[in-house]
């Protein structure tokens, strides 16, 4: 084994950006140690050099995701990088999603990161040394309508992300967030994403129009995976990684606009916001 090569742990393997990951991380010379519910990858990738571990592994159950991640800090001794990328998307109106659509996009998108992030972090801390890459959206920066709960799952991610990157940094831990915009993988289709089985028709000029658009856009979205997965390869060796990785044009615009706007209604509002203040705190 390389010394100087990482270890990489990353969840939902089988495909789409999780597959890209890999497949750059060990054409590096890299160690990669991959998840998926069935246990298998649907494209062949090499495993002859032995540099590469399929584990079963459903995120939504925590206690599954301590035994899978024992394992997997056990085969080289080391977890260097956690990609925590298995996910999907809800879409749908905020009202037309059940309960039960609802708890399950939470459950993998969100506690999924958790749980596999609080496994890996007592290794993670006996090292002083790791680095933990949660797969955010650019829907958990500058949401549109017709994801509002899939937005909100990725939301929580970028919270804790936040939070994760201050707690972590005096023990050496890097912590990034990843945000992408529309890549060409799977994400829009069957198996990555659901539509909520509810439909309201007072909805259809405003989430309905933007899942139609997302639905006609499958196939044909700006951004190279494979690119995408070199940035983030990149961005793991970096001695200075981002807290908020933005990638494809796409993100950079919409965020830039929310920014934009975010900061207009600040200043429109501050009038407001400080007359909330007791009054000898206002004085100061």
């Given at each position: 084994?390389?010394?100087?090569?990482k270890?990489?742990?990353?969840?939902?393997?089988?495909r789409?950006?999780?597959r890209?990951?890999?497949?750059?991380?060990?054409?590096?010379?890299?160690?990669?140690?991959?998840?998926?519910?069935?246990?298998?990858?649907?494209?062949?990738?090499?495993?002859?050099?032995?540099?590469?571990?399929?584990?079963?592994?459903?995120v939504?159950?925590?206690?599954?995701?301590?035994?899978?991640?024992?394992?997997?800090q056990?085969?080289?001794?080391r977890?260097?990088?956690?990609?925590?990328?298995?996910?999907?998307?809800?879409?749908?109106?905020?009202?037309?999603?059940?309960?039960?659509?609802?708890?399950?996009?939470?459950?993998?998108?969100?506690f999924?990161?958790?749980?596999?992030?609080?496994?890996?972090?007592?290794?993670?801390?006996?090292?002083?040394?790791?680095?933990?890459m949660?797969?955010?959206?650019?829907?958990?920066?500058?949401?549109?309508?017709g994801?509002?709960?899939?937005?909100?799952?990725k939301?929580?991610?970028e919270?804790?992300?936040?939070?994760?990157?201050?707690?972590?940094?005096?023990?050496?831990?890097k912590?990034?967030a990843?945000?992408?915009?529309?890549?060409r993988?799977?994400f829009?289709?069957?198996?990555?994403?659901?539509?909520?089985?509810?439909?309201?028709?007072?909805?259809?000029?405003?989430?309905g129009?933007f899942?139609?658009?997302?639905?006609?856009?499958?196939?044909?979205?700006?951004?190279?995976?494979?690119?995408?997965?070199?940035?983030i390869?990149?961005?793991?060796?970096?001695?200075?990684?981002?807290?908020?990785?933005?990638?494809?044009?796409?993100?950079?615009?919409?965020?830039?606009n929310?920014?934009?706007?975010?900061s207009?209604?600040?200043?429109?509002?501050s009038?407001?916001?400080?007359?909330?203040?007791?009054?000898?705190?206002?004085?100061?």
């Open positions: 084994m390389n010394e100087a090569n270890v990489w742990f990353i969840t939902g393997i089988s789409g950006l999780g890209a990951i890999a497949e750059e991380a060990l054409s590096r010379g890299d160690y990669v140690i991959g998840t998926s519910r069935s246990g298998r990858v649907e494209v062949q990738m090499d495993e002859a050099s032995g540099r590469l571990h399929i584990l079963t592994l459903d939504a159950f925590p206690e599954d995701v301590i035994k899978v991640v024992a394992e997997a056990q085969i080289y001794g977890l260097d990088v956690i990609v925590n990328n298995a996910g999907y998307g809800l879409l749908g109106a905020v009202e037309e999603a059940s309960m039960a659509e609802l708890h399950q996009q939470f459950d993998v998108n969100f999924g990161t958790l749980y596999v992030t609080r496994a890996v972090l007592p290794y993670l801390r006996q090292q002083r040394s790791g680095h933990i949660n797969c955010s959206s650019v829907a958990g920066l500058a949401p549109k309508a994801y509002g709960l899939y937005a909100a799952s939301f929580a991610v919270g804790l992300s936040q939070s994760l990157r201050l707690e972590l940094k005096p023990l050496n831990i912590v990034t990843i945000e992408p915009g529309a890549f993988t799977d829009l289709d069957d198996s990555s994403v659901q539509l909520a089985q509810k439909v309201i028709t007072d909805y259809d000029n405003s989430s129009e899942v139609r658009f997302l639905q006609k856009l499958s196939g044909h979205q700006p951004g190279d995976p494979q690119l995408a997965a070199k940035v390869v990149d961005t793991a060796y970096s001695s200075d990684p981002p807290l908020h990785l933005l990638l494809g044009s796409d993100a950079y615009e919409r965020t830039r929310m920014l934009s706007e975010f207009s209604e600040l200043e429109k509002w009038d407001a916001t400080h007359s909330t203040d007791y009054a000898e705190v206002t004085r100061k």
